[in-house]
């Protein structure tokens, strides 16, 4: 699996809404896609989030057909700076086709983040700060499975 990282400026170079403005640029540039309106309707949800720094060292995930996409946010002095900033546009667009979007959320507020997500949106879920991501991507495992030979340990004892 590729996987693409992004580390956008935020507070207090950008508002939280002008942060969320510009990941959704990243993610799906085109301004009337499907994507871009779903992005629209968890945009405050989403803010919180970004307001709270939880992006700060845990990403948002966009997944699905390609590339896999960590988002990062960066707070404070690392935003007054810039330096480790990495905001260029993506060669894909992570949003087409089949995608899903994991926004990481203090334990605190998993619980209202998750229901005001499942709210607006069936592809955007919440999980909590310093928790894996559970993709439940058959497909991952499936491919896993094909990659790697197994042994049958009782089929040879029995031979």
């Excluded at 060292?57 to 990495?86: F, K, N, Q």
């Amino acid at each position: 699996m590729t996987v693409v990282a992004r580390r956008i400026v935020s507070l207090p170079i950008r508002s939280a809404l002008d942060t969320w403005d510009a990941i959704v640029a990243l993610i799906a540039p085109e301004t009337k896609s499907d994507a871009r309106i779903e992005l629209a309707a968890v945009a405050g949800v989403v803010c919180s989030v970004i307001t709270d720094e939880a992006l700060s060292d845990d990403a948002l995930v966009v997944y699905g057909d390609g590339p896999r996409v960590r988002i990062y946010c960066l707070y404070g002095e690392e935003a007054l700076e810039g330096d480790d900033a990495s905001e260029g546009a993506l060669g894909f667009t992570p949003t087409s086709n089949d995608w899903r979007m994991s926004v990481p959320c203090f334990p605190d507020d998993l619980q209202w983040v998750s229901h005001a997500l499942a709210r607006r949106s069936s592809r955007i879920s919440a999980r909590a700060v310093g928790s894996d991501l559970d993709t439940n991507e058959q497909t991952d495992s499936a491919d896993a499975r094909r990659r790697t030979p197994t042994i049958d340990r009782d089929s040879l004892r029995r031979g």
